[in-house]
């Protein structure tokens, strides 16, 4: 059974052939693609062979944070239409070159931590009990349900769909600016008597919605902020659906509904007229000082300035602001299911879902 170990010669050729076709004609969509079947055979391998459960947690940790640094580097700094024929070659070959990360983390992880990654000798197979069996099967599919679904959301239409819109974003200069009108001010201060805020998270269904979804394993992955509980002033940091820079932006219903069972769930937060008062100068603020939406947080949890931030990130910090904050966390690391999930204190109240399909 320890000849079993040839596995990994097999997967280097895998590897091999990936990164020759990267080499020989590979296109952005064809190396992300890489990028995620190598993530996806570095875990399969991870979880399939014995070894320590917290190292197998480490490692699946950093293998899609380098599938995320991958993806996020080669979208920003290589394959730009602009590149000459001998800049495309230096792309291709660079993005043939970071495949092999993955395999080099394995190696450091596993040579300082003195765990051998190995496949079990026969007298170890023939103690295997059934619980162990079930285990492993439980695994797989739980492995493969992630593929399936990690598939649709990378899908060749969602990858073109997000890199024809990263040229929008800047995570190191404010781009948005007075996005927000007069009128809609002017609806906000109606609802300052109003004792709650509103806390928004939904389930759109956007390209970039849905391969967050694969690493977080959560259905909501966006959250937004309103004043009044119609949902007339409700705002977040977004893309602009290309209407407006990505930054501090109104939520539109076309970002909500892009997918057959999109929802939203609407809860609402007690606080003072003072404390309302506090977030809605802010967002005045930021309105007019500017703003850009954090990508580059999304993967290195980093804000190169203080009104670049992701969606939950601009609910906590304005719920910080305000002092009415129901958990600590740093900003940059609040996810949206967070701002449910980490309410120990029971201080939200759910006040409806809206499913946006049904009639």
């Known amino acids: 059974m320890k000849d079993l170990k040839r596995y990994t010669t097999v997967l280097k050729i895998i590897i091999f052939l990936l990164v020759i076709n990267i080499i020989v004609g590979g296109n952005f969509v064809f190396t992300v693609l890489a990028y995620i079947f190598t993530c996806l055979l570095m875990i399969i391998r991870t979880l399939m062979v014995p070894s320590e459960s917290k190292i197998k947690k480490y490692l699946i940790l950093l293998y899609i944070v380098i599938m995320s640094l991958q993806i996020t580097f080669i979208s920003l700094a290589t394959f730009q239409p602009d590149h000459s024929e001998l800049q495309r070659f230096l792309d291709r070959l660079f993005g043939a070159a970071v495949i092999w990360f993955p395999f080099l983390i394995e190696r450091f992880v596993t040579i300082n931590k003195y765990s051998s990654f190995y496949l079990p000798s026969a007298q170890e197979v023939s103690s ?46 404010y781009i948005n600016k007075g996005v927000l009108t007069k009128e809609y001010f002017e609806e906000a201060e109606k609802w300052l008597e109003d004792r709650h805020i509103y806390i928004i998270l939904s389930n759109t269904g956007s390209p970039a919605s849905e391969i967050i979804s694969t690493f977080t394993r959560k259905q909501y992955n966006h959250a937004s902020l309103s004043f009044d509980p119609e949902l007339k002033t409700i705002i977040s940091y977004n893309g602009g659906e290309r209407v407006y820079p990505p930054g501090l932006n109104y939520e539109m219903l076309d970002f909500f509904n892009k997918k057959a069972d999109a929802s939203i769930l609407v809860y609402k937060l007690p606080c003072t007229q003072e404390q309302k008062t506090i977030i809605l100068d802010k967002v005045k603020e930021i309105n007019r000082d500017g703003s850009a939406y954090n990508l580059m947080g999304l993967v290195l949890r980093y804000s190169h300035k203080p009104n670049i931030m992701f969606c939950s990130q601009f609910v906590y910090k304005m719920l910080n602001f305000a002092g009415i904050a129901y958990f600590e966390k740093r900003d940059g690391e609040v996810k949206p299911t967070d701002l449910i999930e980490m309410d120990y204190y029971r201080r939200l109240q759910f006040v409806y879902e809206m499913k946006l399909n049904e009639n």
């Open 128 to 173: 295997i009990s059934f619980a162990d069996i079930k285990s492993g099967r439980d695994k797989i599919i739980n492995t493969m349900e992630t593929v399936t679904k990690a598939g649709k959301a990378f899908s060749v239409e969602n990858l073109k769909e997000i890199k024809n819109d990263l040229h929008r974003h800047n995570s190191f200069q």
